[in-house]
């Protein structure tokens, strides 16, 4: 002991300099929808907040105004270079915002034919998976995982983390996608560093992005049934391949992870709502649907750049403003859903955006999404939440709500194994058996089925 008293960081205000809400520090992360609420109260459907280095932005609340933002390129560019505060110098290379708002040639980040060139590639290669491709994939890889956690459980109840099971499947499927299935342990590890803030970030984002121009190089010696080598065939140089391999990782797997996590905590850790899925009063489709709603993975979205002096929701936006899609917000508009809660069937949700730039993964994402949650509920038929939905640890980044953890179990008994090996206990490849639990193990009898 040093004698010396403990320092903590210091505490940071949600309200910043000229009386402006910050969305960042312990307010935003702890419940950044509650935020929205006092937002909308206080300024309706636009907000002018600070965001990490209290750099000023516009946080547009309203479902209406969204769609105006995200819909008019030509009004609020997806350009940073319009950015004021980048002319200005104060975006600097160690910025928090800088690794999403640092311009790149990049489908992200360019307007106009540009843009629909590059979207066309990447929505023409993700259509030759969307199908069956995809689905195939992810009930591989939600098999392999529930194979380890199946026969890794020891006695008592069986117990374990959806956090991890959702990321590792949803990363998988996508490096399946770029035909990258050996890359999962170093991708995996290097990517959460990379976003970590911490001292290796710089060279744990270096040996990603050696990665991906190591796998450009090979597509261009042998070209595969995957998405970079549709790419390359579109005529994208590497440079381009490879970034938008890399944003595509990013767009795709977190986001995707996301609304597994929120879909399950919604209707499996709510027994009302886990009856109707298990029953037949609802389908897994319609509780994704649901929940792209109440909850959207992405609660804001950076960002869009007024390309001249323009008018918003009454209130005067200045050239090179910054305006921050408040997805969140605008789902949970009065407004938006004056004509009552029958959602479900109700595509004017903003989880996917609107406009030009609207996400191209959105059949893919819901399927993968779907898909895991109908096979993994298959496989583990008891599965339920170990904690109640509304005690799960949260924490806030700008963009995203995350769970920092999210237990589930199951009863022992009911669990399907899938065994893919002929060799295994002398058993046919695609057998099914329940798992036994250590007490009835000897006179089990399995259930058997061939697929
Ligand atoms: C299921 C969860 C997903 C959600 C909630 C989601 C949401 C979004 C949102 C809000 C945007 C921003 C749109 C804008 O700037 O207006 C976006 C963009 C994008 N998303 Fe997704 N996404 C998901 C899954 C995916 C998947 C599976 C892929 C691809 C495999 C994907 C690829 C992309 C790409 C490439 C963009 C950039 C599009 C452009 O700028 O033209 N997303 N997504």
Known sequence: MSGQPPTYPPAIDPIGPDGLHRLYGPEWEADPMAVFEKLRAEYGA???????????????LGHRENGLVAGNASVFSRDPRNWKAMKDGLITHDHPLAPVTRWQRLLVFVDGLEHRWMR?????SLKKFEQRGVRRLVVQHTDEAIDELVAGVGHGEPRADLVGLANRVSLKVVLSLFGMDDYFDAL??????MISGGTGAAAAGARVTATFQDVVEQ??????HD???????????????RETLRVITAAANEPTAQLMLETFAYY???PKSLRELRGASTTVAAAVARVLWDRPPMITNIGRWATGTTKLAGRRIEEGDMLLLGIGAANHDPAARATGDDLQNNRASLAFSHGPHACPGETMGRGIVETFLDRL???????????KPEELP???????????????????????VVLRKREADGLVAGERIRVPSPTTAKSAIPEVRIS
């Open 377 to 387: 509920m298959y496989r583990l038929p008891s599965v339920r939440l170990a904690a």
């Open 120 to 124: 066309d590639a990447v929505i023409e």
């Open 219 to 224: 597509r261009k010696q042998s070209p595969g």
């Open 268 to 270: 499996l850790g709510d």
């Open 46 to 60: 636009l907000a002018p907040v600070l965001l990490p280095g209290d750099v000023h932005a516009w946080l547009v």
């Open 227 to 241: 998405l970079p080598s549709i790419l390359l065939a579109h005529g994208m140089d590497d440079e381009v391949v």
């Open 394 to 416: 949260r924490k806030a980044t700008l963009m995203i709500w995350q769970f920092l953890e999210m237990p589930f179990t199951w009863d022992r008994d009911g669990a399907l």
């Open 188 to 193: 995996s590890a290097d990517m959460h560093e």
